[in-house]
């Protein structure tokens, strides 16, 4: 769906869009709103193929409505090249207007099916931009609470994202009534889609009736007859053409500078460059499983539009599933679940839950960072993991975790080690000093659960931990006592991700002195003053910050992919990749792609200006895509300003080794490796706690 999907809606902008009239629906949108299934956030699953081919017929459709095109069995006219309005109408009608010759419109959904993604993003847009949908992180979409509470849901009693047309096109169907050529059209694109069936319960005589309804309509029947008549050809021809997966050679899997470095987004980069956007990992005398890998900005939009629809994330997650003791988590859902889960913790991840609170969280942090002084030298992954924590601990959970934090991590990255990367036998997640780690979340959790009493809770902000325990309480099934020991500490280990991107974020201060300097010359007009600026997070005040966080993110992304198992046959790229097969996808590899980043490996924090916004593509993936990114990307993007800037106004940190190369530990994830020590060369201002 879209590569830049538009920001949530306020609830300022909700309250509005209730007061005002709602837009006309086109063709295209009441298609894509048929098809949205709001128990999974996305929409039923219709072949491409089959749904480019809908998509190109609905607009030709609607254009035909709006008198800007006529067409009959034999051919299609344009009668007025005026743009309509709507970014979708418009880039078919600009098609259109462009040929010289009248085509007919079997021709035309041939011509413009290819194009139809591009359709659906632009619509998709319109319908979130108009109020009628409202965009969720990881994109979902749901019907807009606007448009629950307005006439568009009228009579039905399905209050869905489809209710409103559903209660229209169900009384033609089922209740006799004499449909409107808008809703003929509709009918047969979406029963060409095969999608009715998803939508209602047909028997014979309501299958027999749609046939019927398809034939009322010239215009509807010619483009519903092309479409149908495209629908098998151009799938089946796309799968015999399919290319064999090259198998990375051994010299290349082992002989590689970025992979003895740690990097591994360069890594696959690399294997990218020489081999193409799919490849076959097979490691020697079976060390590791084989793994196909996808690569690339094509494969980052493909599986952020379709990866749901091929591949699971359950599986690899089975064995820290087991670690914990625990059976659906959310890494580990797919489909309505995972949107469920989603859906109920959004808000305690969100940005706005850290803004309602960053005086409280400030304070915790500069209550962290008081002793620090002139001359103290830390290593710098512990450090950077203990000042994440003592911020993120309280506002997600409201405890204060600081003496158990290095065991959870440690046991966290034990357990992904073992069997998750598979790079340590599992054994070692069971030895003394792993059993005595794991005491140490049966404590924190302790701790959370009996801070979060109803009486001690009352008048506090809701925090991540109290989402936990109410989706608990309400639906036991659903989130059981045995998932709570993971999901409880999961915020704990927040510091962990998040930690280890600020240990590279530093690393790159300390060795980019210019930048350095000017980064701190914003964080003084920040926090020179007796209270925050915090007005100044959202100004291009802090600009440089802003695009040297951006870099820092492409450079060094923690999570540089995301494992999969192909549970449906796909094609990706020309390359079909089998059932049953273990992906990694390699989300950041585009990130040292020079046709994405040129000159990869410089640091370069000009690449993020407006004339050159490399960053404004599929290519660029620091938190992932689809239906699992990280649900707490904007929370972590203020956080790490507000802690980048802090530092920088209170202390100029040094390497205690300046001259070494950075090496990255690249396993569970990317950090700095624990040897990197740091100095506090100057103390620049007084910490006032």
């Known amino acids: 769906m879209p590569q830049n999907p538009p920001p949530e809606m306020s609830s300022a902008t909700v309250d509005t869009a209730a007061t005002v009239a709602m837009p006309t629906l086109s063709l295209p949108e009441e298609l894509i709103l048929m098809l949205l299934n709001e128990e999974t956030g996305y929409f039923h699953q219709v072949p491409g193929w089959h749904l480019n081919c809908a998509m190109a017929g609905a607009a030709l459709a609607e254009l035909s409505l709006q008198a800007r095109i006529d067409t009959d069995m034999e051919q299609l006219i344009l009668l007025d090249k005026t743009p309509t309005g709507d970014p979708a109408l418009d880039f078919a009608l600009h098609y259109i207007s462009a040929e010289d010759d009248p085509k007919d419109a079997q021709y035309w959904v041939e011509r413009l099916a290819p194009h139809a993604e591009m359709m659906i993003d632009l619509t998709l847009d319109r319908l979130t931009n108009t109020g009628m949908l409202e965009y969720h992180d990881g994109n979902f979409w749901t019907l807009s609470t606007a448009v629950r509470h307005s006439d568009y849901i009228n009579g039905g009693d399905d209050d869905t ?6 209660t229209r096109i169900g009384k033609s169907i089922f209740g006799g009534a004499i449909p409107s050529p808008r809703d003929v059209i509709i009918i047969g694109l979406a029963s060409t889609c095969d999608v009715l069936r998803f939508i209602f319960d047909l028997d014979d005589e309501a299958e027999d009736r749609i046939q019927l309804l398809r034939q009322m309509d010239l215009i509807g029947q010619a483009i519903a007859n092309a479409v149908e008549h495209n629908l098998a050809g151009p799938s ?10 090259p198998v990375v050679p051994l010299r290349r899997m082992i002989f590689n500078r970025h992979a003895f470095r740690g990097n591994l987004p360069a890594y696959f980069a690399d294997l990218q460059q020489h081999l193409g956007p799919v490849c076959h990992i097979k490691p020697p005398l079976g060390l590791f499983p084989d793994m196909y890998v996808l690569s690339g900005p094509k494969t980052n939009r493909w599986v952020h539009r379709y990866g749901r629809m091929y591949m699971r994330s359950r599986d690899y997650f089975r064995g820290i599933e087991a670690a914990y003791h625990a059976s659906g988590l959310l890494p580990a859902l797919d489909g309505a679940e995972h949107f469920r889960m989603r859906k109920a913790l959004r808000s305690s ?19 962290h960072i008081t002793d620090w002084n002139e001359g103290d030298t830390f290593k710098l992954v512990q450090m950077c993991h203990h000042f994440s924590n003592a911020q993120l601990s309280p506002l997600l959970v409201n405890v204060d975790s600081q003496d158990v934090v290095d065991d959870i991590i440690a046991y966290k990255q034990r357990a992904l080690s073992t069997h998750v990367a598979r790079v340590l036998p599992k054994f070692l997640l069971h030895t003394p000093g792993m059993k005595r780690r794991a005491k140490s979340i049966v404590k924190v959790v302790d701790r959370i659960q009996r801070s979060h009493t109803s009486g001690q809770r009352t008048g506090c902000p809701r925090d991540h931990a109290d989402d936990l325990l109410a989706l608990h309480n309400s639906d036991p099934v659903f989130l059981p006592e045995s998932n709570l020991k993971f999901a409880l500490s999961a915020p704990v280990l927040a510091a962990m991700y998040v930690g280890d991107e600020l240990g590279f974020i530093l690393h790159s201060l300390m060795t980019h002195p210019d930048i350095y300097r000017r980064i701190q010359a914003e964080a003084d007009a920040v926090f020179g003053h007796d209270e925050p600026r915090w007005d100044l997070l959202d100004s291009d005040d802090i600009d440089v910050t802003q695009r040297f966080l951006k870099e820092c993110l492409r450079l060094y992304p923690t999570i540089p992919g995301s ?17 049953g097969a273990r992906v990694f996808v390699a989300t950041t590899a585009s990130h040292y792609l020079d046709d994405v980043f040129p000159d990869p490996h410089t640091f370069d924090i000009d690449r993020y200006l407006p004339a050159r916004g490399e960053h404004r593509s599929p290519g660029y993936a620091p938190f992932g895509l689809g239906t699992h990114n990280c649900m707490g990307q904007r929370l972590v993007e203020l ?9 920088a106004h209170h202390f100029t940190f040094e390497l205690k080794k300046p001259n070494r190369a950075l090496k990255i530990s690249p396993f569970p994830s990317m950090s700095p490796t624990k040897r990197i020590k740091v100095v506090i060369k100057e103390r620049r201002h007084e910490l006032a706690v």
């Open 349 to 367: 991840y969100s940005r706005a839950n850290l803004e309602r609170q960053l005086d409280k969280v400030h304070a915790d942090a500069k209550a």
């Open 161 to 166: 994202a489809v209710g409103f047309i559903k």
């Open 563 to 579: 494992i999969r198992t192909v549970m449906n046959s796909c094609v990706v790229e020309d390359y079909e990749l089998p059932i």
């Open 639 to 647: 956080q790490l300003v507000a802690s980048v800037l802090l530092l």
């Open 236 to 245: 089946l021809r796309h799968a015999a053409f399919t290319k064999k997966i």
